[in-house]
C-alpha cells in the first residue's frame, strides 16, 4: 500500500497576479509543515509547495503525479492553508463559486474537483483545506491578532478566472475536513491558521490509543474538538456510499 501526500502552504501572494495585493499572512506554511509532520508519522512520503513555490502549474503537476502512480487501496492526503475567494459564475445554482489562491493565481474549485476526479476508482482521499470560502468576506473584521485568509472584494473582482464546466462525481473516496462553512471566514493566527493549530492538537489526541477505528470518527472528532471563531465541515465526494465505514 502507498501512501503519499501534499502539503501547501502560501504565505503571500505574487501582487503581479492579484491587483497590486500580496496578502501576507503567518501560518500558512507552518500549517503545511505542521501536517506533513504529522503525515509522515502515519507512514506518508510527503510533499509540500510553500508560497512563491506554490503554483498553479506545479500544483497540477504533482497532483497528476499522484493520480498516475496510487492504485485502489493506496491513500493520498492533501492540505491547502492561504487565502480563498470567490468568485460571480453563471454555471453555478448559487450563483458564487470558490478559488483557491496560488502564488500565480486563482484555481477555481472546478479545477481543483477535476483534478481530484482524476485518481483510480478506490484511491482513499483525504483533503484539509484552511481558508475563506466566504461571501462578503471583505466585511470580516479581524480578532486580535487574527485575520482572515480571503482576498479583498475589489481584487477578487479584478482577477476572475475563466469559467471552466463543473466536472462529475470521482469514482475514488474523496473526504474533506474544511476550516469554515460557506458563509463563514478562516482565521490566520500567530504560529498556525487558527483552525489549524486546533486541528493538529485534537488530532495528536486522537490518534493515542482510543477506540477510534474509521477515518470518519476521527474526522468527527476533529471537528468537535476543533471549534474555533469557525464551523469546521466534514463533506463526501465520490465513493464510498457508506463512508462512515472508511478506514483510518
Wanted: aromatic content about 10%.
Amino acid at each position: 500500500m502507498t501512501k503519499l501526500s501534499l502539503h501547501v502552504g502560501i504565505n503571500r501572494l505574487d501582487p503581479a497576479a492579484y491587483a497590486g495585493f500580496e496578502g501576507w499572512l503567518r501560518g500558512c506554511e507552518n500549517d503545511a509543515t505542521g501536517l506533513a509532520a504529522l503525515a509522515v508519522g502515519q507512514g506518508y512520503t510527503s510533499l509540500g509547495l510553500l508560497t512563491d513555490r506554490a503554483t498553479r502549474a506545479d500544483f497540477r503537476a504533482l497532483m497528476a503525479q499522484a493520480a498516475d502512480k496510487l492504485l485502489p487501496g493506496d491513500w493520498f492526503f492533501l492540505s491547502f492553508a492561504g487565502h480563498g475567494t470567490q468568485f460571480n459564475s453563471p454555471t453555478s445554482e448559487y450563483g458564487l463559486r470558490e478559488a483557491l489562491c496560488f502564488f500565480d493565481g486563482p484555481l477555481r474549485e472546478t479545477t481543483f474537483r477535476r483534478l481530484l476526479a482524476s485518481f483510480r476508482p478506490g484511491v482513499n482521499i483525504r483533503v484539509v483545506l484552511d481558508c475563506c470560502y466566504a461571501a462578503g468576506f471583505e466585511r470580516a473584521t479581524p480578532f486580535g491578532s487574527r485575520r482572515p485568509r480571503s482576498l479583498p472584494a475589489e481584487v477578487a473582482r479584478r482577477i476572475t478566472p475563466p469559467e471552466a464546466h463543473p466536472p462529475g462525481l470521482s469514482a475514488a473516496s474523496i473526504a474533506l475536513l474544511c476550516a469554515a462553512d460557506v458563509p463563514e471566514v478562516s482565521y490566520d493566527g500567530p504560529v498556525f491558521g487558527v483552525w489549524t493549530g486546533a486541528l493538529l492538537e485534537a488530532w495528536s489526541r486522537a490518534l493515542k490509543p482510543t477506540s477510534i477505528q474509521t477515518w470518519f470518527e476521527l474526522a468527527r472528532v476533529i471537528v468537535d474538538e476543533s471549534k474555533t471563531l469557525q464551523t469546521p465541515q466534514l463533506r463526501w465526494l465520490g465513493a464510498p456510499a457508506e463512508p462512515e465505514s472508511a478506514a483510518l
